[in-house]
T-cell receptor, first 119, second 115 residues
Framework: GAGVSQSPSNKVTEKGKDVELRCDPI?????LYWYRQRLGQGLEFLIY????????KSGLPSDRFSAERTGESVSTLTIQRTQQEDSAVYLC?????????????????FGPGTRLTVL | QKEVEQNSGPLSVPEGAIASLNCTYS??????FFWYRQYSGKSPELIMS????GDKEDGRFTAQLNKASQYVSLLIRDSQPSDSATYLC???????????????FGKGTLLTVNP
């Protein structure tokens, strides 16, 4: 089946504008995750959805960042009033079930990412 | 101590050699361990998962877990130039509040396989 898809693949915006990034998880995957990866840096966790609820929003860097998910389907990450430090690749991943004890069902599979550049 | 630590490298090995990538973690309660491969400019790709002590083999890859030493490693046999990438170790553990699990990634080790 299809993997995780993300759109757009690239987004260039001006400082102060709002942007919306979209993620389509693997069909049947109930859990969805957003990460950020700045150039040359590691993966930074942003938020985790189980179904359409977000048990863990602890990684969102500021109140300019928000995310929502419709059912067990598409998720949108919104960044308001973008700043230059928001420039990064935003990665989405999904897993069959949410994070829990040891199980292959919570293996995370990543989409191709959205490269965001804020000028 | 960082939650998940990896040597940033670069680790350079000749083609055909065994590449050994190491990862240590701080939370003794960690339960699941994953290795991802990330080519430059691409997203991470899951290559191995391991949940119990010992070795797990898949083709040229072997993951080794030692929970007592809080250590997980990835061995790549018969290394090929196409294995050149950054390898990320990820550890699933309960967060500080105890109610959620969190997957924490190391910063990755850059592997270069020289032809």
């Amino acid at each position: 089946g299809a993997g995780v898809s993300q759109s757009p693949s690239n987004k260039v915006t001006e400082k102060g504008k709002d942007v919306e990034l979209r993620c389509d998880p693997i069909s049947g995957h109930t859990a969805l995750y957003w990460y950020r990866q700045r150039l040359g840096q590691g993966l930074e966790f942003l938020i985790y959805f189980q179904g359409n609820s977000a048990p863990d929003k602890s990684g969102l860097p500021s109140d300019r960042f928000s995310a929502e998910r419709t059912g067990e389907s598409v998720s949108t990450l919104t960044i308001q009033r973008t700043q230059q430090e928001d420039s990064a690749v935003y990665l989405c991943a999904s897993s069959l079930v949410g994070l829990a004890g040891p199980s292959s069902y919570n293996e995370q599979f990543f989409g191709p990412g959205t490269r965001l550049t804020v000028l | 101590q960082k939650e998940v630590e990896q040597n940033s490298g670069p680790l350079s090995v000749p083609e055909g050699a065994i590449a050994s990538l190491n990862c240590t973690y701080s939370d003794r309660g960690s339960q699941s361990f994953f290795w991802y491969r990330q080519y430059s400019g691409k997203s991470p790709e899951l290559i191995m998962s391991i949940y119990s002590n010992g070795d797990k083999e898949d083709g040229r890859f072997t993951a080794q877990l030692n929970k007592a030493s809080q250590y997980v490693s990835l061995l790549i046999r018969d290394s090929q130039p196409s294995d050149s990438a950054t390898y990320l170790c990820a550890v699933n553990r309960r967060d500080s509040g105890g109610s959620n699990y969190k997957l924490t990634f190391g910063k990755g080790t850059l592997l270069t396989v020289n032809p």
